[in-house]
């Protein structure tokens, strides 16, 4: 009676609907996430799988700014997928899916919508093979402008928060890293950087044209991958510990601007030797880094292992520091990375402390009197923007400075010794990977065995200047220093 009692409950659960029969038919695959849920940009990056690997074979003539070429795309399903989305702005021709021809159509001013002849199962490897051709000067993202710029001799794809849309089909946003492999045909006589090392001389490819090879062995961010198309003079070394190094010049710099720019950018082995003394060893398998042509209208950016640096920057001479700064964010910003772009200060602010700690290594000056010089400085508009939520204007000046004095305040209330272990726990802990601000305050917390909820949010959330500590208890922190 016993055993017939269960199995008729067990019926009338099924018929009720409140237990699935063992034989249920699995959900049906769905369309990936057309973004991957960033709080500021919420189209950027995709949903539904995850990248391993890009590899990217173009050809490109500086000329008429034609670029044409392929990418294959190596991921993993991260649901059972009927489509899935990639961002990019040129034009396709194909797309194949595990070999087999797929559907593909444009949504909205940046998405690529592809639907394979098959659905794709969660966990599965995929194959995409993207053909594709444009002029990428000509392609309007969402911002209203075209990030790829166009250089008197060739082009450059430099650019933050949004940069892979204009040359290689992407899930682009941070939180997806991946290894690349770039080759590049150009006209003879002319030079292509990219990240990484070169598993291959440059080789002819056809009479008039040569192909240039480049390969990243660790993850990176889509948007910290290079590409600088031109005149350029190309100079290889090794560090002592036997890293590559490759920087490259303009040839269209003028002379004093070679050797200003010559003179900070040489020093890029002794400045990462430096940091990794500060943060941990240094995360890539190569250095460098390219100066631009003069009147390029751009920021320096951090491109991983390589970060670009507009001439302009070394108008006034030598600039170390912002050296320092672009190989400080090869620590944070591209070993560490953000998980969501509202959390930018903690790759601007940690690479504007570490050009403080810089001057303090030199004897240039102290951290405090870089902090002093900042609080006493800034006018009341500067407080107003708050670094830990800055809004989609991600670059604004309270990110970089008000985000280095949280840090200095930081260092002030746990002392030297904790804050280095912070710094250096920070990076050990999350190589490679994506991070929050919540995970940094919780990690200085368990270190320092303190409670500094009230300083990270005066320094970071609060829209107004904080205040300092009362002049001798803020004297007893500095001693420690």
Excluded: C
């Amino acid at each position: 009676m016993r055993r017939t009692t269960t199995v008729l409950t067990a019926i009338t659960l099924v018929l009720s609907g409140l237990v699935a029969p063992a034989h249920a038919a699995p959900a049906a695959p769905g369309p990936g996430a057309a973004g991957i849920g960033d709080s500021y940009f919420p189209d950027y990056g995709n949903g539904g799988y995850d990248v391993a690997h890009y590899d990217i074979r173009l050809r490109y003539q500086p000329a008429t700014d034609e670029l044409t070429g392929t990418t294959t795309i190596r991921a993993r399903a991260t649901q059972d997928l009927s489509s899935f989305h990639l961002d990019f702005v040129l034009d396709v021709r194909s797309v194949l899916v595990d070999g087999r021809p797929a559907g593909f159509a444009r949504q909205g001013d940046h998405e690529l919508v592809v639907t394979p002849a098959r659905p794709l199962r969660r966990g599965r490897p995929m194959t995409v093979r993207v053909t594709y051709s444009g002029i990428p000067s000509t392609k309007v993202g969402e911002l209203g402008y075209s990030a790829w710029t166009r250089t008197p001799d060739g082009a450059l794809a430099v650019n933050e928060p949004q940069m892979a849309w204009w040359w290689f089909p992407a899930n682009d946003h941070p939180l997806d890293k991946a290894t690349f492999d770039v080759s590049v045909a150009v006209p003879d006589g002319v030079e292509v950087l990219s990240n990484g090392t070169m598993p291959r001389r440059p080789a002819p490819e056809q009479p008039g044209w040569t192909r240039w090879f480049w390969r990243s062995a660790r993850p990176m961010a889509t948007y910290l991958a290079l590409l600088a198309i031109g005149q350029y003079e190309v100079e290889q070394s090794r560090t002592a510990s036997g890293l590559p190094v490759v920087t490259a010049y303009s040839r269209l710099l003028t002379p004093e601007f070679a050797t200003a720019a010559r003179a900070s950018v040489s020093r890029t082995a002794e400045i990462a030797e430096w940091a990794s003394t500060v943060f941990g060893p240094y995360p890539f398998e190569a250095l460098g880094g390219v100066v631009l042509p003069p009147d390029t209208v751009l920021s320096a950016l951090e491109n991983q292992t390589r970060p670009a640096y507009p001439a302009r920057y070394f108008r006034r001479g030598p600039n170390p520091g912002v050296v320092v700064h672009e190989i400080a964010h090869q620590w944070f910003g591209d070993a560490v990375s953000v998980a969501d772009w509202r959390d930018i200060w903690l790759n601007e602010g940690f690479a504007v402390y570490a050009e403080w700690l810089w001057a303090e290594h030199t004897g240039e000056g102290t951290a405090q009197e870089n902090f002093d010089l900042f609080y006493r400085e800034y006018d009341d508009e500067f407080w107003t923007l708050p670094p830990g939520d800055p809004g989609p204007l991600l670059f604004e000046p309270a990110v970089y400075h008000r985000g280095a004095m949280t840090l200095h305040r930081l260092r002030v209330t746990v002392g030297d010794a904790a804050f280095r272990r912070i710094l250096r726990a920070w990076f050990a802990a999350h190589r490679y990977g994506n991070v929050r601000t919540a995970q940094f305050i919780a990690l200085a917390e368990r270190i320092s065995g303190r409670d500094l909820d009230a300083l990270f949010q005066a320094w970071l959330y609060t829209p107004s200047k904080p205040a300092l500590d009362p002049p001798a208890r803020r004297a007893g922190a500095e001693s420690r220093r």
